[in-house]
């Protein structure tokens, strides 16, 4: 039962532009999201998060969206660039230790 | 200041056999976590270690696998015997505290099973 879904295995994008990742999650019950970054052979990396209580949370360059009504969120990377092409997971907790994570989007930033 | 490390890297073994995964955390980190990732599928938690005592193991996936973490410092995953369906990524992680964001991954140890 995948509670943390990513409907978009891969995205593609010119350096310089947005990238948009999405997000959906079923259990109500998730307080707490987060994204991770993965390059190959390394772990994941924590990038972001939003509490519940928050629509919108900024780091730089990365900003993560959450709508609790759809049960959605995103991240938005702008200005995208080389360095960023990895894997990014959307991760969510009830419990505030327990992870729920998508299968992750690899992103590519194009020259 | 040395990040989370996990022996061995890489693991082939044949169906049957047993293997043994190591992870040493974060100096000084209590929680130890193991998630597992089969073949391009999402991340799930295996299981969560408060020094030496097992918080959570709920996602254990059946008895063949068998999590220790004497003396509340590394940590071993034993899968005894492995199936074909054991194969995939093992990540550790560690945190000082119980908040998710810090979490910190290790670069896990694929294990194959044939």
């Known amino acids: 039962d995948q509670q943390v879904k990513q409907n978009s295995p891969s995205l593609s994008v010119q350096e310089g532009r947005i990238s948009i990742l999405n997000c959906d999650y079923t259990n109500s019950m998730f307080d707490y999201f987060l994204w991770y970054k993965k390059y190959p052979a390394e772990g994941p990396t924590f990038l972001i998060s939003?509490?519940?209580?928050?629509d919108k949370n900024e780091d730089g360059r990365f900003t993560v969206f959450l709508n609790k009504s759809a049960k959605h969120l995103s991240l938005h990377i702008v200005p995208s660039q080389p360095g960023d092409s990895a894997v990014y997971f959307c991760a969510a907790s009830e419990n505030d230790y327990k992870l729920s994570f998508g299968a992750g989007t690899t992103v590519t930033v194009r020259a | 200041e040395a990040g989370v490390t996990q022996f061995p890297s890489h693991s082939v073994i044949e169906k049957g056999q047993t293997v043994t995964l190591r992870c040493d955390p974060i100096?000084?980190?209590?929680?130890l976590y193991w998630y597992r990732r089969v073949m391009g599928k999402e991340i799930k938690f295996l299981l969560h270690f408060v020094k030496e005592s097992k918080q959570d193991e709920s996602g254990m996936p059946n008895n063949r696998f068998l999590a220790e973490r004497t003396g509340g410092t590394y940590s071993t995953l034993k899968v005894q015997p492995a199936e074909l369906e054991d194969s995939g990524v093992y990540f550790c992680?560690?945190?000082?505290?119980?908040?998710?964001?810090?979490?910190?991954f290790g670069p896990g140890t694929r294990l194959t099973v044939l």
């Open positions: 939003i509490s519940s209580i928050k």
């Open positions: 100096s000084g980190h209590d929680n």
């Open positions: 992680a560690s945190s000082h505290n119980r908040n998710t964001d810090t979490q910190y």
